[in-house]
């Protein structure tokens, strides 16, 4: 159990039978009050954001969570299927539960897959990944139209801004926090 | 970016400052013992102790059994110390300025803290590195609002209303606090008597305690109150208070008999405690407490 006064940016906690975790975190005590702890949280199998307060005889449960590595094998509709390497168990997140990382999952990918009592409820991905240009518009040389950037299309069907020289069937890596190229791979 | 050595020389002339401005109005600085065994019960203050004593959350015991031997007009900048009070606004230990006048009442105490303000913010406008609030002190607008019509101005519940579903102090955080002292300071008073503590109730209202709190640009610096000076009231109010220690942190606080048998001889006096980097930081225009002291928790 956590007490209130163990509440912080970053901790998780449980609230309705979900795991949340806080995501700002603020110590209030007006005047001659009692201490307050105002949190933003965000429950971590939603998604969904919202803010608490609470008091110092608050009481908080520590969820069940657990990261175990996995390898991604193939998406069928909106099921994403990931296995165990160690033990070839396998399973499956929806779209929805995955959110933007389908846009940079590929075939035998490694990723951690965490757990709240045994259940999978999302993943993280490697910080940077490579992937395959398959679309991309050439570059007119010489071009002075003054745009430093182009659209491109990648092997998962992710679209982004990259500099004007990346051409079609090279690789470019990937910033899966933020979604943005990184720099061209040479292979 | 202030140096430390700036911080420092800031923090070095406000403390010079609030110096001068009470030994020009005839107060006379004092020391109290920081550590102490006997303490006044306050459910919302974890004590951290020290060698079997308590370090003091407050002077204000210490320097009430000196108005009651006599002392007219008093003052103190001294540490002070409670236990899990970390944040934006709080440390652990931080600096407090207390001062004291017999025969007088909250009032006065309101407008001592207005010109203590002005005062300092006057001295120190020609340096680097002040951050005036809503321009020179002059320029500043003095606000003075009840809790009962500031809670009517900002909530969206009343006083009354958020008495009776026990969320006061949530309420005042989220709704109340951040607008007050916007253009200058604020004054927020008459609070309800469940949170008077060791104030005087009005006489012709005892739900409402003669005390107030100053605000400026939301943040809260400084808190005083007529003094209780009522044995039997303040011993009632204690028993509550150790009641609710004993039942919450199952500790067994003893009642500051000494001080119950001194008070009365006091008559009638007025206090103020202000959190002096509190003060430090309207006037650097700092975001958190941190920026204004020379060393972090963990040093």
Redesign the interface.
Known sequence: MFAA?DLRKGLKIVIDNEPHIIVDF???????????Y?CKLRNMITGSQFSN?YR??DKFEKPDLEERSMQYLYHQDDEYHFMDTNNYEQLFLTAEQLANNTNFLTDNMEVSVLFFNDRPIDISLPIFVDLRVTQADPWARGDTSGTDTKPVTVETGYQLQVPPFIEEGEKIQIDTRTGEYVTRVKE | MTTLAGLLRQRAAVVATIRRFFEERGFVEVQTPIRQSVVIPEAHVRLLEADGKYLQSSPERAMKLLLSRGCEKIFQICPCFRGGERGRLHLEEFTMLEWYRKDTDYQVVMGDCRELVEYIAGALQADDGWAAVGGAPDKWRWLYTTVESGFDRLSPLSLAEVLRRDCFEEILVEYVEPHLGTAGGEFLYEYPVQDGSLARTRSDDPGVAERFELYIRGIEIANGCSELTDPVEQRARFSRQCARILAEQNIDIAMPEQFLTEIAAIGSAAGVALGVDRLLMVLTGAETIQQVVPFSVAE
């Open positions: 006064s603020q110590f209030s005590k007006p005047g001659k009050g009692q201490a307050l105002r307060t110092s005889n």
